[in-house]
């Protein structure tokens, strides 16, 4: 490295084009930004009482400028200013007023208070406001952790539940974490939190956006939060907000020790990652990083009109999925999440965005194909949202192989099954057993389907039995944001009630939509605090609602205790069957090891009879028993060794009436016992045997799983 002229003191030296952002090395601090419009980078010290050292970085290989220097180190603050074109009309936005945080930074410091110098207002020109003072500054880090024997869980697939959970949300009223614990990764990572996700069942736990977010005026000025934090604006670093320890680089220390702990109890993390936009939003937006940076490098701008933004995520902008110092950005991103900070996964926001790289959805983008050649990225669990608001955006079913996705014609199938809808049962039975209509035709497996039926975004579980219409009015909007989806439950009333057969019909429901998630093919994902029964008023839209109506209470009745009980039993009995939870979609005839010769998958009308064509196109069809074949998994394990399980009966009544089912004769099995139904609060007794042939009435809008053992013995168990 070369020496170069010190300014006001501070020695720099050439330094490296690579790693971008600022990488310490024990001795000093290199200092890396990619600009293809610069004509001159400075670089911005901050010191403990705000004031500002700019020191120039003068050296530029492949539009990435840097330099190093020495004895700058952890805790550092330091933003950038880049002077270059301020061409609206051409694409591009510099402005060296705006002090701008570095897009690689490993940490932030600060938040912006909405002034009006975070924003361009001048009618020819640059706004001439300084913004210092009023915006994030990048946190020089140190790398150095002690993760002792942390490994990955590596689960498989097929044994996979998401539990998908908001960082402060899920914590922040737990009386069992300590007060200044709650609502960070401290708290996340509490032997209590963790005993109660453990002791659910589930095995990864998918977190809401945690890369550094932006509190947005407009929300700010309403006295309220972006509270879900789809508002990225650092990709690289753990969200400040989040942090019971420090904002200097000690939120990074946080986040890895609360990894650290979720591994060693087996559970595995996702994180939900926003790469389709950042927070500048349009072109009204505040200009706090890539704006000023690189305006028309790292934004779609519209063909003709380089002024505005092609926006395909209703949030002002989208990233330019061409341009390869977006796609760097993306991938370094994506690699020092799970080298660095150790994360197994990731849920892609918007994904279908990631894919247009002009103006279509293009399943064999550069973004896939770098994926599929990334030797670190390939080898992590991969889901998206796989769709956006542009034209030909939904693309549920056409994600790569590699890929997993939300299936949200899984949600819609179920929800309409258990609301008695007309025409349902034969989408149901598809979604059910895998959607193999969506992804077989690729060869991809059931893994593809990521299956719920409640995300944060919509009503809770609780709520969608609960209200027939949405209540949004605390967040300002009069009522006018969030779907209207829910149409009638037959609950009688809306919200609180006295009335015990609506609520007991509303903890059926609950307990229908849990059991169905948990025994359908494919992965579930429960939102946290379903198994709860956690309510937002009938507010389904809460992502500006930092407050106790979007917070877990922890402060349990006995129903919600009884409702969590449930959930972890049919949990269970997912993770103890292979035959609910099949690698390989269902394939008809199968040869049992015991000689039996029975498909692996059989459907039955509730008077016992197989199903026929005429009997799924029926509109009043709302009843099914469905028989899994356990002697027939015909799949190996993994070591290739033959399955063989229990088998099951699935009874499934979705009318409002009582409903009389027959249980199929004696070639199915000579002996069945209940497992679950969702009628009975605390369980079946245990004495509930039934015999072939015989008769079962369902309660309406229940679900009944019987059991049987193997024809012949189990051979092992996955």
């Known amino acids: 490295m070369t020496a170069r002229p010190r300014r006001k003191g501070v020695p720099v030296w050439s330094g490296y084009p690579y790693p971008l952002g600022a990488a310490y090395d024990g001795e000093g601090t290199n200092f890396a930004l990619f600009s293809e419009v610069a004509e001159h980078v400075g670089l911005v010290l901050v010191d403990d009482r705000g004031a500002h050292r700019e020191v120039p970085l003068a050296e530029a290989d492949g539009f990435v400028w840097?330099?190093?220097l020495p004895g700058i180190g952890p805790g550092q603050r330091y933003g950038y200013r880049v002077h270059g074109p301020w061409h609206p009309a051409a694409g591009h936005r510099c402005n060296p007023k705006k002090l701008l945080l570095d897009p690689y930074a490993r940490a932030v410091d600060g938040q912006i208070d909405d002034h009006a110098s975070l924003y361009e207002r001048a009618a020819h020109g640059p706004d001439p406001a300084d913004s210092a003072g009023h915006t994030m500054l990048g946190v020089v880090?140190?790398?150095?952790?002690?993760?002792?024997?942390?490994?990955?869980?590596?689960?498989?697939?097929?044994?996979?539940?998401?539990?998908e959970a908001h960082v402060r949300g899920l914590t922040r009223t737990h009386p069992d974490v300590p007060p200044e614990l709650r609502g960070t990764y401290a708290g996340l990572g509490h032997p209590a939190v963790i005993e109660h996700l453990t002791s659910l069942g589930v095995t990864a736990v998918e977190l809401m956006p945690v890369h550094q977010f932006v509190h947005d005026g407009v929300l700010q000025g309403r006295g309220l939060a972006n509270y879900w934090g789809y508002n990225t604006i650092g990709f690289f670093a753990p969200h400040n907000d989040y942090a019971a320890h420090g904002t200097r680089g000690q939120q990074v220390a946080e986040f890895k020790t609360m990894v650290k702990a979720l591994h060693a109890a087996g559970l595995e993390v996702i994180l939900d990652v926003v790469y389709n936009h950042t927070a500048e939003g349009n072109e009204k937006g505040p200009t706090l990083s890539f704006?000023?940076?690189?305006n028309a490098s790292y934004y779609r701008l519209v063909d003709g009109d380089w002024a505005h933004y092609y926006d395909t995520t209703g949030t002002g902008n989208s990233l330019l999925m061409r341009h390869p110092y977006v796609l760097q950005l993306i991938m370094d991103s994506l690699r020092y999440w799970v080298t660095e900070m150790h994360v197994d996964g990731f849920r892609f926001d918007l994904a279908a965005t990631l894919a247009r790289q002009f103006h279509e959805v293009d399943r064999l983008s550069a973004f896939f194909d770098l994926i599929q050649q990334d030797p670190v990225i390939s080898r992590v669990k991969l889901i998206a949202e796989p769709w956006d608001v542009g034209e030909g955006g939904y693309q549920v079913g056409n994600f790569p192989p590699l890929w997993?996705?939300?299936?949200?014609?899984?949600?819609?199938?179920?929800?309409d099954f258990w609301r008695g809808e007309d025409h349902t049962l034969g989408d149901f039975a598809s979604r059910l057993t895998g959607s193999a209509d969506l992804y077989a035709h690729n060869r991809r497996r059931p893994r593809a389907s990521v299956n719920f039926v409640t995300a944060h975004d919509g009503f809770t579980l609780r709520d969608l039995v609960s209200y027939n219409d949405k209540h949004n009015e605390a967040n300002g909007e009069g009522n006018r944001d969030g779907e209207s989806d829910n149409r009638s439950w037959n609950c009688g009333v809306e919200g609180d009630t006295d009335d015990p057969a609506v609520l007991e019909l509303r903890a059926r429901q609950q307990r229908n939509f849990l059991a169905t998630l948990m025994l359908s093919q494919g992965i579930p994902m429960l939102c946290h605090g379903d198994e709860l029964?956690?309510?937002q008023g009938g507010n389904n839209n809460a992502y500006c609602q930092d407050d106790e109506l979007s917070w877990v209470d922890w402060h349990l009745t006995e129903e919600q205790r009884e409702l969590a009980d449930f959930t972890r039993r049919v949990i269970g009995l997912r993770a103890a069957h292979p035959v609910l939870r099949r690698r390989?979609?269902?394939?008809?005839?199968?040869?049992?090891p015991s000689g039996r010769r029975l498909p692996d998958l059989v459907w039955l009308r509730p008077d016992g009879r197989k199903m026929a064509e005429e009997d799924w196109q029926r509109?009043?069809?709302?009843?099914?028993?469905?028989?899994?074949?356990?002697?027939a998994i015909a799949e190996p394990d993994p070591k290739g060794r033959p399955v063989v399980d229990d088998s099951f009966l699935l009874l499934l009544n979705g009318f409002w009436e009582p409903v009389d089912f027959r249980l199929p004769g004696s070639a199915y099995g000579d002996r069945w016992t209940t497992l679950i139904d969702t009628a009975e609060p605390q369980g079946p007794p245990d004495e509930a045997e039934h015999k072939p042939g015989g008769h079962l009435r369902l309660e309406s809008r229940s679900l009944v799983l019987l059991t049987r053992p193997p024809a012949a013995p189990r051979a092992t168990r996955r």
């Open 141 to 163: 880090t140190d790398p150095a952790f002690d993760w002792g024997d942390d490994r990955p869980p590596r689960r498989s697939y097929a044994e996979t539940v998401i539990y």
């Open 291 to 294: 704006r000023g940076i690189d």
């Open 66 to 68: 840097h330099g190093y």
């Open 584 to 592: 390989r979609f269902f394939q008809g005839e199968a040869s049992a």
């Open 404 to 415: 997993s996705e939300w299936n949200g014609l899984y949600r819609d199938a179920v929800r």
């Open 619 to 631: 509109p009043d069809a709302h009843s099914v028993t469905v028989f899994l074949n356990g002697d």
């Open 533 to 535: 029964g956690r309510t």
